[in-house]
């Protein structure tokens, strides 16, 4: 087996096995604080304050990461730095009841500052061992992996939820994800990754003023960060609002939500090779609007279910348009960028899209939830998201050759 299909063939195990702890903190991890006693505000927090660090943390990431020449090694680090925050939120319930969801807070918190660099280094180091012609093939793989394990996470993991006592069943559940995620960092720490060179020796460090001034000159990259900054305006917006409206609207309980979870990452695998083949077509403009625009329906259709079944209608419309946003703007920001400092352009990109990922979960939850109750910031979320389909169409123009881009 050469180097390249060695390595994707640990890519994909890798995403398999990290699949389960992503499903159980994607599915349960909110609810979990709303049975420590979260507030609205609360959730609101646990989604914007990761946000808020990342996007401190991103650009001094990317310029950090620009002297390195084993792009591995920070991967396996901040990887298991990442992944050990999920032990102390497993034994989160041994503290005094009025710290526990402070603490929740805190913990996810300071986990976003290892998922600031790794989010970076992942990206670089999977531009490196993957080659462009397979990047579509690669991805659409890998995220039909993580979201079968994922769907099996949330399902196992609201059957547990039901049959174990509260709090052992949450602190059971996330040590079972930490310890898969462990098995997904053994296989990349088998990957393979070519040393980084740099031509003229190790890059001089460009402070914020730099690093902004010499980006906002590679115009179809701010036209794109631009347009999907908005874009993600709508995505993040409506996000706390589910598990509040799960819960303290329909009152469902941990096996239902499983359940819907599932099915949301189930459909992905029937949808993720018909996009890949559209994005190769039409092109990943053309498939990030349609993405973006029927996201909508999400919010929308779970702001119109009367009953928990009628949920299995959003949670089929999400899996049929999320891989078109995952897959698109992945390899779109590709085309955008200079193959120069990737590192740096990457962290930019992260960082504005982690700003509406701040910002949007406040405004829902501190704002509209206020004003219009929950429905109606699920309406207003649909609303937006349909906008930034539109938005991403009119602004992401077809890509210059990466070699016309300034370097």
Known sequence: ??????????????????????????????????????????????????????LIFLIPAGQMLERYTNILRPVLTVGFVQRAQYVLVAVIFVLPAALRVPALLTIVTLGAMAAAVGTVAFTVMFSMIVP???????????????????????????????????????????LIGFGFSMISLFFVGRLVVPAVSHPDGTPDSLNLRQTLSAVRHTRPFVHF???????????????????????????MGETWIGIITTVSALVPMLTYPLWARAANRFGNRIVMSIGYAG??????????????????????????FAPATNLAV??????????????????????????????????????????????????????????GGIVVYLMVRPPLALSSLPQ
Not at 144 to 157: D, E, K, P, Q, Y
Request: aromatic fraction near 12%.
């Open 295 to 320: 996201l909508a329906l999400f919010p929308l259709t779970t702001a119109l279910a009367p009953r928990q079944e009628f949920l299995l209608i959003p949670a089929v419309m999400g899996g049929i």
């Open 1 to 54: 087996m050469d180097t390249k299909a060695r390595n994707a063939r640990y890519l994909c195990l890798e995403v398999s096995f990290f699949g389960v702890l992503s499903g159980i903190v994607g599915t349960f991890l909110s609810i979990y604080a709303l049975r420590l006693g979260a507030t609205s505000e609360d959730i609101g927090l646990l989604s914007s304050l990761p946000a808020l660090v990342t």
């Open 132 to 174: 462009e012609a397979d990047r579509a093939h690669v991805v659409s793989t890998r995220n039909l992996l993580a979201g079968l394990t994922s769907a099996m996470a949330a399902i196992a993991g609201g059957w547990l939820l039901e049959l174990v006592a509260f709090p052992w069943n949450y602190s059971l559940l996330f």
């Open 330 to 387: 992945f390899n779109g920001l590709f085309e955008v960028i200079p193959n120069t400092q990737r590192p740096t352009y990457i962290s930019v990109h992260t960082a504005i899209m982690n700003l509406a990922a701040f910002l949007a979960p406040l405004v829902s939850t501190a704002i509209l939830v206020p004003l219009l109750g929950i429905v109606g910031a699920l309406l207003v979320g649909a609303a937006m998201r349909f906008i």
């Open 225 to 251: 960060v631009v347009a999907n900054f908005i874009a993600n305006w709508g995505i993040y917006l409506p996000i706390p609002l589910y598990s509040l409206y799960y819960v303290r609207v329909l009152n």
